[in-house]
């Protein structure tokens, strides 16, 4: 078998030079967040979960991984720790993970990716009092403003249990005090963009305005509960000529679960 020669200088129009033919240049900037994904372990099966998590899978993250994360994590100068799943806080491990974090000086945010759900499981009533003591920002996943489409995409029953979640961490103070950081996530179910986030948190205020007033009346429900973020990971960029896509069609798409 005969190699190509210079294999590691190639030729055309490579990215580097795509990029000085315009006159511009990319440097790496400092890292302000490491994402973990903890383990596929979760108390939901979602149809549009790209890692097909679930109550009956084992991959999980160890002790002797955490801690070799840990270790790394001392000496780096990163201010954001951004926990995934599955479900994080299924993970045995995760107090011991967040409570080493926040020994971290230099750690000035965890973010905990939560279904919501979870808190209302039987083994996990310790879950809310612990998010509050550890200052831990919520990211939530609330697919839509309605039942029927939350329920298809992520199970019978899920769109109530996510409201009294909601109202739970309302209780403890989540979206009524500013270092307790509490926003909602659009998860895209299919291959369509979200509308402009500022129609979808509109959106989503004034239709929980109309089906919830009581809970946004003395939780204060509208505040940081409800910054939408339009997103894949952190966000989707918008693409120009998108724009158009109306509330129903691409925030409330039901999903197909033939």
Known sequence: MTLAPNLDRPTGQTFSRTLASHGLTLQRSRTEIFQLNVGKLCDLTCVHCHVNAGPKRKEIIARATVDRILDWLVNANISTVDLTGGAPEMV??????????????????????????????????????FLVTNRLNI??????????????????????LSIRSLQLLNSFGYGRKPDLVLDLVYNPNGDFLPADQAE??????????????????????????????????????????????????SFCRRPDVS
């Open 92 to 129: 045995p491990d995760f107090r011991y993970l967040v409570e080493r974090l926040r020994q971290m000086p230099q750690i000035e945010t965890i973010i905990d990716r939560c279904n919501l759900t979870i808190l209302l499981e039987p083994d996990f009533q310790w879950l809310t009092e």
């Open 139 to 160: 990211v939530a996943s609330m697919p839509c403003y309605g039942p029927e489409n939350v329920d298809a995409q992520r199970g019978d029953g899920v769109f109530d």
């Open 200 to 249: 979808l948190e509109a959106g989503v205020k004034e239709a929980f305005r109309y089906r919830f007033p009581s809970a946004l009346h003395h939780h204060k429900y509208a505040n940081r509960a409800l910054c939408f973020l339009a997103e894949t990971q952190w966000k989707i960029e918008r693409l120009h000529g998108i724009a158009g896509r109306s509330l129903q069609s």
